[in-house]
């Protein structure tokens, strides 16, 4: 359901900590970017969204374009040399509602509901965000006197007794619209990083005795993430949650501390996930058996086994089908096949009832272009066979083992392509100069 609420999502910073050449927002939580979820849940309140954009602006916008309709959203550039900071980042921001909400486009963990309960229902021109924390250390300091907020002070600004707070800022704001224009106005940049504080609003607000609240919001959910550490930290609660959700709507899984399951997966309720099993992108799992340490990725997998040790790449469908330890199968499309052992099926349609053995290849690249293999209904193929496309093997054939397959193959037909063997006695002794036991025993 839609707010009557604006929102604006600061995404501007470099993000130092993170020592990293990426855009702080970009880096990944469970496949995707951290920004994609601020907006994500941002558009569960609002059709308003705005997100402001600095540092490598232009690979940020390029990346959500992936994600989000591009009228969906509004980009604001941060005029960073004139207005520094998070109060210079939300100037000259028009938003269409009578509230405005802000927020971080480093908080990946963040709920929708959760920023619900920061608008505004009564007479306070600002709703404040704070969690109680053991250890509020490196966190502004909020202090609350009769539900009112008096102040919000800097850790390097806090007297001994401040210090002792427990009520940490958790960085996300909701304003009275009008209040938030009138009040940009006022602030100024007199402070040691000479830069315009978003949290100097609250202060303009007590000082003109208008009233601030200050809501308590969970600490996972608003944790911000500064550092590839946080980043570790934000992922291992995401993943929790993913593996969680899909446990108690009926998955089985193997150890799932050692499964890694990205945002867009989908699975059915009775699938089994062994250990160590990656699912990535949207791949959707239905009804399957996925073994230690496989991994499938933006691929559908149906009343099929897979694994163990087994890798589908992109862009693969695959139905009531076995494919083993060590197969690696791509862009492919796979109905009634067993794939046991130590093959490769890449770019090709395999029909009903055919066997693939052990160290078959599908060699379907010739250094510049992608060539299809298509194999019918009923065909067995030997172990250590090369498939070399574009070929097409139709129903009901078998492909003798150690065979190269160059040549399309009839309904029906035997194949056999084999190296004559040749067979040289004695060829070892004479090779090494070595007398065989034989001729010493004849001696």
Not at 14 to 40: C, D, F, Q, W
Not at 292 to 321: E, F, H, L, W, Y
Not at 382 to 393: L, N, R, T, V
Request: aromatic share 8%; glycine share 6%.
């Amino acid at each position: 359901m839609k707010f009557d609420i604006s929102i604006i999502i600061l995404s501007a910073g470099k993000g130092t900590r993170m020592n990293s050449s990426k855009a702080k927002v970009l880096h990944e939580i469970s496949g995707k970017p951290m920004l994609y979820y601020s907006i994500y849940e941002a558009m569960k309140l609002s059709c308003d969204i705005h997100v402001v954009l600095y540092h490598q602006a232009n690979d940020i916008k390029k990346t959500m374009h992936k994600y989000f309709d591009k009228t969906s959203i509004n980009y604001h550039i941060q005029d960073h040399e004139n207005y520094p900071g998070t109060g210079g980042a939300v100037m000259g921001i028009n938003t269409k509602y009578k509230q405005t909400l802000v927020l971080n486009g480093d908080m990946p963990l963040i709920k929708a509901e959760e920023l619900k309960s920061l608008t505004i229902k009564n007479k306070e021109v600002i709703n404040i965000s704070y969690m109680t924390l053991k250890d509020a250390s490196g966190y502004g300091r909020v202090v609350i006197k009769n539900d009112k907020v008096e102040k919000i002070v800097e850790q390097k600004d806090c007297s001994t007794k401040e210090l002792d707070i427990n009520k940490a800022n958790a960085g996300v704001y909701c304003f009275q619209t009008e209040f938030l224009k009138y009040s940009l106005k006022k602030l100024n940049n007199n402070n040691a990083q000479q830069e315009y504080y978003i949290t100097d609003l609250v202060a303009i607000a007590i000082n003109e005795n208008n009233t601030v609240k200050a809501t308590k919001v969970s600490e996972q959910n608003f944790k911000g993430v500064n550092s590839k550490y946080d980043l570790s930290q934000a992922l291992d609660i995401h993943q929790n949650n993913i593996k969680k959700n899909f446990m108690l709507q009926g998955v089985t899984m193997y150890l799932p501390q050692t499964i890694y399951i990205e945002n867009g997966v989908q699975i059915d309720a009775e699938t089994i996930l062994e250990n160590g099993v990656s699912l990535l992108g949207d791949s959707k799992i239905i009804n399957s058996h996925i073994k230690s340490n496989s991994q499938i990725d933006n691929s559908v997998i149906k009343n099929s086994t897979i694994g163990p040790m087994a890798r589908v790449r992109p862009n693969c469908d695959i139905q009531q089908s076995n494919i083993g330890n060590f197969v690696e199968v791509k862009n492919s499309q796979l109905n009634k096949v067993k794939a046991g052992h130590l093959s490769y099926i890449g770019d090709s349609f395999v029909d009903t009832g055919t066997n693939i053995g052990a160290g078959t290849i599908t060699c379907n690249y010739d250094g510049i272009n992608k060539h299809k293999t298509t194999i019918g209904k009923n065909v067995f193929i030997g172990s250590g066979c090369q498939i070399i496309a574009p070929i097409k093997i139709e129903d009901n054939c078998i492909v003798g083992a150690g065979s190269q397959i160059t040549k399309d193959i009839k309904d029906g037909e035997l194949v056999l392509n084999r190296a004559e063997t040749k067979t040289i006695k004695n060829y070892f002794y004479k090779y090494f100069k070595i007398v065989s036991k034989k001729d010493k025993d004849a001696k």
